[in-house]
């Protein structure tokens, strides 16, 4: 008899200044509604922040939210520091208002997804469940 897995750890974050959160908190929501396990971290998170609750939480994503216009600081900062905690099995994604020209570069450095205004959340949950794999020990 199979061993039922684990329900996905995904960490949802607000880095930075910006002071909107009312759209990582429905993500946090749909994913969790979704059957995931949710961290919401609040408002206004560094980097280090995050990724420390991640690690202390055997996060399997991040979701970021970035409506500030810091993303490319911000997500580099994120990508870098699980990089050094030897945390890159931790996937990480997000949402903002993040421009076209941005996504390529979030790419080459580690950002698995992007989701802008109007994204549904179906389409946000199902990415996750194909992009977010239960890596941790159980």
Not at 15 to 40: C, N, Q, S, T
Not at 61 to 79: D, E, K, N, Q, Y
């Amino acid at each position: 008899m199979e061993t039922p897995s684990a329900p996905l750890r995904i960490v949802v974050a607000k880095p930075g200044l910006d002071g909107h959160d009312r759209g990582a908190k429905v993500i946090a929501r749909a994913l969790r509604d979704a059957g995931m396990e949710v961290i919401y971290t609040g408002l206004h998170q560094t980097p280090e922040q995050i990724v420390a609750t991640a690690i202390a939480e055997d996060a399997d994503g991040i979701g970021l939210s970035v409506l500030s216009g810091a993303h490319m600081t911000l997500f580099a900062r994120v990508t870098e520091l699980l990089k050094e905690s030897g945390a890159t099995d931790i996937v990480v994604f997000g949402g903002g208002i993040i421009p076209e020209e941005d996504r390529a570069p979030l790419a080459e450095m580690g950002v698995a997804g992007i989701f802008t205004p109007g994204a549904r959340m179906d389409e946000i949950v199902d990415w996750v469940r194909r992009n977010v794999r239960r890596t941790a020990s159980l």
